[in-house]
């Protein structure tokens, strides 16, 4: 399939694309967002001269599905590539062959495409398999062996990886818990955030003189492995923020009272009560200078940008595949909890003649990126099927938007199933091996009571069962079979059983 150029768009009208993404990045991380610690001038200069988005979520909080999904413009449920290869439960490692993604359109289109960073989309293929330009970067984790980064450090004779004043906790059975942070030995200039922002200049650099002599877009992405931990840091860095002036997140008081075990396991697999709260404070505010680091590198690049005159010519979008605990919830990392810390992301977007300043409090994903980017191209988003351009609301225009978001999770280290629902004020998450959890976050914005079978909320937890039930009947998202036997979800005009045997039993 082929998509086809927007009626109206002509070739030259089509922009450059600079694509800015993170790991595992908290919204509240961001100047932009409300953090008054927070050191990120370059990001809030582009929220304030672009659209800043306060409802930006993640179709899934786990790294190679939400891209997957970025790069499709797909749900999970449906590209089907639903875990990470390094703690995969036996589901699919690549996407299919045929699959429809947003850069081999591109490329179909005339684009220059470039990918420096994270891949993460799968294990057998690679980022140049799908037509983009950039080393090859796998894994999950800052690659610092590998042989592009070594050059880069030898041809400056910069100082090797070196760590010292590791933090971690205890298993329970003992052992010694996952690194979440570390001191970094190394100038900034040899870290590997700086390391991806060169490349990402020399790359825009090339793709500037290629625009400059033919005439030929590009879309450039410079994806950080970072603030995903372990946070590892120099020292400017490292102790940029004091842990005094650290405030706590307030759902650090979770109990896990009325909530599903999974979650009070995966708080002593991150081995949270094993740590003095200090430690949790520095932990945060590492996390924060993490940020700054990153906020830095990316203001090299927007300069470079400038210096090459590709601005008025050039979206330029900011996000993250998903969010990041931080000792919410007496969690780290993320997990099978659909808690806001790691579904609600920050999500940015500049696009040349836009109006400057535009906050917008629709719901909105990370799949629809994609749309936007085929929109931006001139191409049919038609095979982005999941996916809805954000230009419109870019713009500042009045738009029929969905009042939800529904999100799913398939599992990490083992496999466990999760549907949410979130609107206005609400949020219900099916647990099918456990109970289901209903928030109001008006009342609770930490999401620490879990109301699901509070007497008083029966008409708003029929109204969202039923509302997430519908939205995945549409979609075609097989969960919703467990949900006509095990919940009121109203009448069915279907046959539940799939026995095709008693058809007249459902009919109105």
Request: proline share 8%; glycine share 8%; charged share 25%.
């Amino acid at each position: 399939m082929t998509p086809s150029s927007t009626p109206g768009q002509s070739r030259t009208s089509r922009k450059n694309i600079l694509f800015l993404m993170t790991d595992q990045h908290r919204a509240d991380t961001l100047g932009a967002y409300g953090n008054r610690l927070a050191r990120t001038p370059v990001l809030d200069e582009l929220a304030a001269t672009g659209t800043r988005f306060d409802r930006w979520y993640t179709p899934t909080a786990i790294c190679t599905p939400a891209r997957a999904s970025l790069l499709t413009g797909q749900a999970p449920f449906r590209h089907k590539l639903l875990a990470n290869h390094e703690r995969n439960v036996g589901y699919l490692e690549d996407l299919a062959e045929d699959q429809f993604t947003f850069s081999q359109a591109l490329r179909e289109h005339g684009y220059n495409c470039g990918l420096i960073g994270k891949w993460h989309v799968g294990n057998r293929r690679n980022a140049a398999d799908y037509g983009f330009d950039g080393p090859d970067l796998p894994g999950w984790h800052n690659p610092v062996d590998h042989p592009d980064y070594l050059a880069y450090l030898a041809e400056r004779g910069l100082p090797p990886y070196e760590i010292s004043d590791r933090i971690r906790g205890t298993l329970p059975n003992g052992g010694p818990g996952n690194l979440l942070a570390a001191r970094l030995h190394q100038p900034v200039e040899a870290t590997f955030e700086h390391y991806l922002a060169t490349r990402a200049i020399e790359q825009l650099e090339q793709y500037a003189e290629d625009s400059r002599r033919h005439g030929k877009p590009f879309f450039l992405a410079l994806h950080f492995f970072g603030p995903h931990l372990p946070y590892i840091l120099p020292d400017e860095y490292f102790d940029l923020v004091d842990p005094k002036d650290v405030e706590l997140p307030r759902s650090i008081a979770e109990t896990f009272h009325g909530k599903p075990p999974v979650q009070r396991n995966y708080s002593a697999h991150w081995t949270f009560d094993t740590m003095p709260i200090e430690v949790t404070r520095k932990l945060i505010a590492v996390y924060w200078g993490y940020v700054a680091l990153i906020d830095m590198e990316i203001g090299r690049v927007m300069k470079a940008m400038e210096q090459l005159g590709l601005v008025d010519d050039t979206a330029v979008f900011f996000t993250c595949d998903h969010g990041e605990f931080t000792g919410s919830h007496r969690l780290h990392d993320k997990g099978p909890a659909m808690y806001e810390d790691i579904y609600r992301t920050p999500g940015l977007l500049r696009v040349p003649g836009a109006p400057p300043g535009v906050v917008r409090p629709e719901f909105v994903s990370l799949l629809d990126c994609t749309a936007t980017i085929l929109e931006l191209a001139g191409i049919d988003p038609k095979p982005a099927v999941d996916s809805r351009s954000l230009l419109p609301l870019v713009r500042g225009e009045a738009v029929d938007w969905d009042e939800d978001v529904v999100c799913e999770f398939h599992g990490h280290h083992f496999p466990y199933p999760q549907r949410m629902l979130r609107d206005d004020r609400y949020k219900l998450v099916v647990n099918p091996d456990s109970v289901n959890e209903l928030y109001d976050l008006l009342t609770d914005p930490d999401e620490l009571q879990n109301i699901h079978d509070h007497p008083e909320q029966a008409d708003v937890r029929a109204r969202m069962t039923r509302r997430l039930y519908d939205v995945l009947r549409e979609r075609g998202d097989n969960f919703y079979h467990w949900m006509t036997s095990m919940y009121d979800v109203g009448h069915v005009g279907h046959d539940p059983t799939l026995s095709g045997l008693d058809e007249s039993t459902y009919r109105t």
